[in-house]
């Protein structure tokens, strides 16, 4: 990546859960990443029906799974212990996960887009 143009981009639970909620109109016109925790809070909703799995389903199927490995692993500790404000675990790991990936992390959570950290380059859909 040159740092002038982003061809690829990290999302979060919150840009993925809004535009399922229709809250978002699309997801970004880039190469999209998910972590693999953002997954797993996806799936993990309380209740979820078949047809919300379905469109879970559909919304991922264009988009790439990160999984955790050393890397990510590492970096998603030194976001959780030095970043301002320091996250929970799950954001230090999406966090990492864009970090790792030199891809702006997408998102509308407002601890996320304060997130100050050396790589993270957090924004607004």
Known sequence: MNGLID???VLDSCTC???????LSALPKMECFISVVTRMELYAKPD???????QIDQLLSGITVIPLD?????TATAVRR???PRPNLPDAIVAATAVVLDAPLITQDDAMLKLQFPGVRSRLP
Do not use: C, Q, Y
């Open 7 to 9: 061809d690829k981009a």
């Open 17 to 23: 859960m809004n535009v399922l909620n229709k809250k």
């Open 48 to 54: 979820l029906t078949a047809a919300e799995s379905t």
């Open 70 to 74: 050393d890397t990510i692993e590492r």
């Open 82 to 84: 030095f970043g301002k």
